[in-house]
């Protein structure tokens, strides 16, 4: 079978553009608490707050994207997640030039982003409403923790399912302290950049509050019971009574508890994830799963 090489490398963090900030003080009336629907327990929703930044809503700029990006390739076309790898066109001497990014396509709706960026956050850099689809213009990130747990060398074991964690946490509470909830996370939502380490966090299953409340960090236990069966010989992590059970605490405890949960007390600096990345950054895709093609051949995700 012919065999096309992708190597995916992780991106910087930058600034977007095309933002205009989100206004939740509206002339609409506030509910009281008298009034607020009960929080469903299986979330373990114990307290309501008001969010402290408001996220930011990108003004789509109506046009081509592939005016701006030259599609590299179309990853997984008949996947449920399709995506592009592209290129900046230069347009003059910006810093931006011949920037690699990743563009997902979706329905027509509003896109958010944080209000201050965070380091362990996909960042979107832009947005484009085009043929009555959204283009999201993403950062590069880097490489996929589905694909980096399943190396049998170096395999994955309990210091960097610690240091993974650490990390993911970190962009995750960021996240809820402006109102993105997670209703879920998987393995293949986690990325791991190839030259610092560094774990980024997708913002694209999440939806916004207007309030925001504790709770249970039970998506992310979910996830992490997850990664760990998809380790080859996964028995020695299976067997650490610590991460079982800090498992299990994320089904009872918040985020922000989580965080500060002793298990990642001990957790590595994110530069020793780096080989794990290394040994499986090459992936041979066949060709039916890579194609050249324009950034508008997207299917939505």
Known sequence: MDERRLTLFPGTTNGARDVTPLNRNSDSTKPSASKRKRPDPIFGLNKWRKISLAPQIFTPRDEDPGRHYRCIHIVDPQGE?????????????????????????SPDKPVYRLEEPNPNLLNILSVFRFEGSIFTVFDRPGFPLSEIVASHSPQLGLAEVKTISAEALS???????????????????????????????????TFLQETISDYKATAFGIMLDDLVSRVPDSSTLQQSQNLVAFIQRASETTYRELNKDDFLRDALPTA?????????????FPVEHVTEAVITDLGTS
Do not use: W
């Not at 230069?90 to 563009?103: D, F, H, L, P």
């Not at 962009?171 to 774990?199: L, M, N, Q």
């Not at 020793?272 to 041979?284: F, G, T």
């Open 81 to 105: 997640r399709p995506y592009c790898l592209a290129q900046k066109i230069a347009s003059g001497a910006t810093k931006n030039a011949y920037r690699v990014v990743m563009i997902r396509r």
């Open 171 to 205: 962009g995750i509470c960021a996240a809820y302290e402006e109102g993105f909830h997670f209703p879920s996370i998987d393995v293949e939502d986690i990325t791991v950049s190839a030259s610092s380490g560094r774990v980024k966090v997708t913002l694209e299953r």
């Open 272 to 284: 020793s994830l780096i080989p794990l990345v290394l040994n499986a950054q090459i992936i041979v």
